[in-house]
């Protein structure tokens, strides 16, 4: 549909370009979990998110948090740890 400019927030960055954000959840996602209808549900919910939508935040949380081996050995998501810090993030 369209998007009703006024009801969302707009921001202005140094080149003076007007962009928004949006992010697209599945409708049903939002049936399950009326939380995630607006971005207050995604505020500190990293576990959360990552069972909703079966990714973490970072491949090192994924790593850490949800890998029943933290990586070590190759699954559906991760063929293993990260290789640096930038990796990790």
């Known amino acids: ?9 707009i921001e202005r960055n140094i080149n003076s370009m007007i ?14 979990d009326e939380t995630l209808g607006t971005y207050h549900g995604y505020v500190n919910e990293n576990e959360k998110l990552a069972k909703t939508f ?24 991760a063929t293993g740890l990260p290789y640096n810090e930038e990796e990790n993030d």
């Open 1 to 9: 549909g369209m998007h009703d400019f006024e009801s969302e927030q």
């Open 19 to 32: 962009g928004y954000v949006s992010w697209f959840v599945p409708s049903h996602a939002v049936e399950d």
């Open 54 to 77: 079966k990714k973490p935040t970072t491949w090192g949380d994924y790593c850490k948090e949800f890998s029943v081996t933290n990586c070590t050995e190759e699954d559906d998501f």
